[in-house]
C-alpha cells in the first residue's frame, strides 16, 4: 500500500480548474510582486482573523522575525516560548538577539504550560511566543493575563493552526501579532514559501510593511534597516483560491481525526486530546506510544507516510549549548521526543486508508 502523510496533488485535482486560472491572471498580468493580489490577500486574512490588519511576507519565520523587530526586541531581552515547536520558532528570537528561555510543555496538548511561565520572567523578558502546535491552539486567556500583568508583547505562532480557534475567536488576532506560514505542507499552504502577519496594532502593521521592503517607505529612500521579505502575487493568487475552501478542509481533517480516535481506542498509544474551547485544526495528526520506533519502522516498510515531530527538542539543539540545558530540565518536552509520531491526515484522506493505517499500527505495537 501508500499512503501519503499529506497528499498535495489530491488537493490540487479537487481546485485545479481555479488553480490554473489564478496562476496564468497573474502570469498575464506580469506584476509578481505584492500588488493588488497580495493587497486583496491581506484583508482576506484580516477578515478571516478578526483583525484590522494583514501584511504578507516572504514566510513564517520572517513575520515572527519582523514582529519582534517591529516591537523593538534585541540584544539584552529575553524572550519565553516553547522548546517542543519547529526550530524557527526559537531562531527568529535569536536572529534579532536576543534570547530564548525555554518553558516546558504540557504532556496532553504538547502545548506551552502556562502555569511555569511566570517564574521564568525578570527584568529582561519583553515577550511571549506561544505556539499553538499541531494546530491546537494555546490557552491564550492565561498568556494574555500574564502578558498584561507584566508588560509584555505576544507574538502569536499560528504557523500549523490557520483557522482554530479559541473560545470561538480565530488564533492568531489574540496576541499582538500573529504570524502564519504557507509553506506547501501547511493547512493553508502556497506554491513555495510564504507568510503573513496579522495585528489590531496600526503601529505594529505599519513597522512590518516597511520592515519587509528594505525600510523603504517610497522607492529608494530607506528611513531603517529592514529585509527583502515581499510576498509574491503568485503565491497570494494561489492563496486566495485556496482560503475559500480552508474552513471546510480543517472539518474535514477533524472528521478523519475523530475517526482514527475511534479506531485506535483501546490500543498501547494515546490520541490527540482536545481541549472544549478550541477548536483544533489537526494540522498533524500525532499520537504517542513508548513504541514510537517499532511503529515507525513498520510505517515506513508498508509505504505509509509518517514523521517525528519533534525528535530533539530545541533547547538541546547544538546550537543552544551555550544556554546550559540538559536532559531532564524539561521533562515533558524530553519525553514527547521520543514518544510521538504523526500518522496521515489530510482532508481527502478516505476512511479506507484510515482502516489501513490503523491495522498496520495495531500489528506493530501488538
Given at each position: 500500500?501508500?499512503?501519503?502523510?499529506?497528499?498535495?496533488?489530491?488537493?490540487?485535482?479537487?481546485?485545479?480548474?481555479?488553480?490554473?486560472?489564478?496562476?496564468?491572471?497573474?502570469?498575464?498580468?506580469?506584476?509578481?510582486?505584492?500588488?493588488?493580489?497580495?493587497?486583496?490577500?491581506?484583508?482576506?486574512?484580516?477578515?478571516?482573523?478578526?483583525?484590522?490588519?494583514?501584511?504578507?511576507?516572504?514566510?513564517?519565520?520572517?513575520?515572527?522575525?519582523?514582529?519582534?523587530?517591529?516591537?523593538?526586541?534585541?540584544?539584552?531581552?529575553?524572550?519565553?516560548?516553547?522548546?517542543?515547536?519547529?526550530?524557527?520558532?526559537?531562531?527568529?528570537?535569536?536572529?534579532?538577539?536576543?534570547?530564548?528561555?525555554?518553558?516546558?510543555?504540557?504532556?496532553?496538548?504538547?502545548?506551552?504550560?502556562?502555569?511555569?511561565?511566570?517564574?521564568?520572567?525578570?527584568?529582561?523578558?519583553?515577550?511571549?511566543?506561544?505556539?499553538h502546535i499541531f494546530?491546537?491552539?494555546?490557552?491564550?486567556?492565561?498568556?494574555?493575563?500574564?502578558?498584561?500583568?507584566?508588560?509584555?508583547?505576544?507574538?502569536?505562532?499560528?504557523?500549523?493552526?490557520?483557522?482554530?480557534?479559541?473560545?470561538?475567536?480565530?488564533?492568531?488576532?489574540?496576541?499582538?501579532?500573529?504570524?502564519?506560514?504557507?509553506?506547501?505542507?501547511?493547512?493553508?499552504?502556497?506554491?513555495?514559501?510564504?507568510?503573513?502577519?496579522?495585528?489590531?496594532d496600526t503601529d505594529?502593521?505599519?513597522?512590518?510593511?516597511?520592515?519587509?521592503?528594505?525600510?523603504?517607505?517610497?522607492?529608494?529612500?530607506?528611513?531603517?534597516?529592514?529585509?527583502?521579505?515581499?510576498?509574491?502575487?503568485?503565491?497570494?493568487?494561489?492563496?486566495?483560491?485556496?482560503?475559500?475552501?480552508?474552513?471546510?478542509?480543517?472539518?474535514?481533517?477533524?472528521?478523519?481525526?475523530?475517526l482514527y480516535n475511534?479506531?485506535?481506542?483501546?490500543?498501547?498509544?494515546?490520541?490527540?486530546?482536545?481541549?472544549?474551547?478550541?477548536?483544533?485544526?489537526?494540522?498533524?495528526?500525532?499520537?504517542?506510544?513508548?513504541?514510537?520506533?517499532?511503529?515507525?519502522?513498520?510505517?515506513?516498510?508498508?509505504?505509509?507516510?509518517?514523521?517525528?515531530?519533534?525528535?530533539?527538542?530545541?533547547?538541546?539543539?547544538?546550537?543552544?549549548?551555550?544556554?546550559?540545558?540538559?536532559?531532564?530540565?524539561?521533562?515533558?518536552?524530553?519525553?514527547?521526543?521520543?514518544?510521538?509520531?504523526?500518522?496521515?491526515?489530510?482532508?481527502?484522506?478516505?476512511?479506507?486508508?484510515?482502516?489501513?493505517?490503523?491495522?498496520?499500527?495495531?500489528?506493530?505495537?501488538?
Amino acid at each position: 500500500m501508500s499512503i501519503p502523510l499529506l497528499d498535495l496533488q489530491a488537493q490540487y485535482r479537487s481546485i485545479k480548474n481555479e488553480m490554473d486560472a489564478a496562476v496564468m491572471e497573474v502570469m498575464e498580468s506580469c506584476h509578481f510582486i505584492l500588488g493588488s493580489k497580495v493587497q486583496e490577500l491581506e484583508e482576506r486574512l484580516a477578515t478571516f482573523c478578526g483583525t484590522k490588519y494583514g501584511v504578507g511576507v516572504a514566510n513564517g519565520t520572517d513575520a515572527l522575525i519582523l514582529s519582534l523587530e517591529a516591537m523593538g526586541i534585541g540584544p539584552g531581552d529575553e524572550v519565553i516560548t516553547t522548546p517542543f515547536t519547529f526550530f524557527a520558532t526559537a531562531e527568529c528570537i535569536s536572529r534579532v538577539g536576543a534570547k530564548p528561555v525555554f518553558v516546558d510543555i504540557e504532556p496532553d496538548t504538547f502545548n506551552l504550560n502556562t502555569g511555569l511561565i511566570e517564574e521564568k520572567i525578570n527584568e529582561n523578558t519583553k515577550a511571549i511566543i506561544p505556539v499553538h502546535i499541531f494546530g491546537q491552539p494555546v490557552d491564550m486567556d492565561a498568556i494574555m493575563t500574564i502578558a498584561k500583568k507584566y508588560n509584555l508583547k505576544v507574538v502569536e505562532d499560528a504557523c500549523q493552526a490557520i483557522g482554530a480557534e479559541f473560545n470561538g475567536k480565530r488564533i492568531g488576532g489574540l496576541g499582538d501579532t500573529g504570524c502564519f506560514s504557507f509553506f506547501p505542507s501547511k493547512n493553508l499552504g502556497c506554491a513555495g514559501d510564504g507568510g503573513a502577519v496579522v495585528t489590531n496594532d496600526t503601529d505594529l502593521a505599519e513597522k512590518i510593511q516597511l520592515l519587509r521592503q528594505h525600510g523603504s517607505p517610497k522607492k529608494y529612500h530607506h528611513t531603517v534597516l529592514g529585509h527583502n521579505s515581499r510576498l509574491d502575487a503568485l503565491q497570494a493568487a494561489i492563496l486566495l483560491v485556496k482560503l475559500k475552501y480552508i474552513d471546510s478542509w480543517n472539518d474535514k481533517r477533524r472528521e478523519n481525526a475523530y475517526l482514527y480516535n475511534e479506531l485506535l481506542k483501546g490500543l498501547d498509544v494515546v490520541t490527540p486530546y482536545e481541549l472544549d474551547n478550541i477548536k483544533h485544526v489537526y494540522h498533524l495528526y500525532i499520537i504517542r506510544t513508548k513504541k514510537r520506533d517499532i511503529l515507525e519502522k513498520a510505517l515506513k516498510e508498508t509505504g505509509i507516510g509518517t514523521g517525528v515531530y519533534y525528535p530533539l527538542p530545541l533547547h538541546l539543539q547544538e546550537v543552544y549549548a551555550d544556554l546550559g540545558y540538559k536532559w531532564g530540565d524539561l521533562p515533558e518536552s524530553d519525553r514527547a521526543s521520543k514518544e510521538t509520531i504523526a500518522l496521515p491526515l489530510f482532508a481527502e484522506l478516505k476512511r479506507e486508508q484510515i482502516e489501513s493505517v490503523v491495522e498496520v499500527v495495531k500489528k506493530a505495537i501488538s
